[in-house]
């Protein structure tokens, strides 16, 4: 059965509360979707002060509120923040329905041009998540650009949620990968970014979109907060795997330092 998958393009407000309450109603006035994909960083945006920013408690405060908007919805929630957990920090993914923490996936490529290398956290982690049938895997901005740890080898997925916080800088890349790593996947892929201007004078443009595994595109946002959905389809996509076995022809590899795949098996 077909899945429809919401994507939240939202800014980040004055306040912890206001950003909230602007995704609530990004949320609850969209079209009835069984998954919401969130921005990177949805709640606070980048800031160079981890500390000032990064929630407490590995963000159990914004945890609740997910699982309270996914129980309202009857939907999963998906999204990264700034967490603190056991006195480290990292850029964390979580994946929340009605009965609260499906999943979670700590950010594996730290993007070095803002110096997050030195201050977070690094996940070890690939981590998938099979929620209704469907495998997720889970993503977070600069991980999309490294296709060797995204490889698609075994089909062990069919969809990539990636949340961004991707400025006007790289813009015009956000379409690009993501309709490549759905197309040498032989998934859809589906990416969140935010909008509006930070406190750093970084703008943001959106261009969250979604794409096939042909990469045609499903959804394009415009430059403002907008709530767009697309609807993916497991079973057409085993068919077409089925009859068009690209997957055959993978070149197959090992890495160095491979990261260790972790499956969330939701019923």
């Not at 999963?76 to 996936?105: C, P, Q």
């Not at 290398?117 to 209704?132: D, F, H, P, Q, R």
């Not at 015009?172 to 040498?184: D, K, N, Q, T, Y």
């Not at 795997?241 to 019923?267: A, C, G, H, S, T």
Request: aromatic share 10%; charged share 25%.
């Amino acid at each position: 059965m077909p899945l429809k998958i919401t994507v939240i393009q939202s800014d980040v407000l004055s306040t912890l509360e206001e950003t909230l309450q602007h995704i609530s109603c990004l949320i609850k006035n969209s079209e009835k979707s069984d998954l919401y994909l969130l921005p990177e960083g949805f709640t606070t945006g980048f800031d160079v002060d981890l500390p000032k920013i990064a929630h407490k408690e590995a963000g159990k405060q914004i945890v609740l509120w997910m699982t309270e908007i996914a129980q309202e919805m009857k939907a999963a929630i998906v999204g990264s923040i700034f967490v603190e957990d056991n006195n480290k920090y990292f850029n964390r993914m979580y994946f929340v329905d009605e009965t609260g923490v499906v999943a979670h996936y700590n950010k594996t490529h730290l993007f070095k041009l803002m110096d997050y290398e030195t201050s977070l956290t690094a996940g070890t982690e690939k981590v998938i998540v099979s929620w209704k049938g469907v495998n997720f895997l889970l993503c977070i901005c600069n991980d999309i650009r490294f296709p060797a740890f995204l490889r698609n080898l075994k089909l062990e997925y069919d969809v990539i949620l990636c949340s961004i916080n991707c400025n006007d800088i790289f813009n015009h890349s956000i379409p690009l990968l993501c309709g490549g790593r759905a197309c040498e996947n032989l998934c859809y892929c589906v990416v969140a970014n935010r909008v509006g201007t930070d406190h750093l004078n970084c703008r943001y443009l959106g261009n969250s979109c979604a794409f096939d595994c042909w990469s045609n595109q499903l959804l394009k946002a415009e430059d403002k907060p907008v709530a767009v959905s697309c609807t993916i389809d497991k079973e057409l996509l085993d068919k077409l795997r089925i009859k068009y076995p690209i997957n055959q022809d993978f070149d197959m590899f090992q890495l160095n330092n491979p990261y260790r795949q972790v499956i969330y098996e939701k019923k």
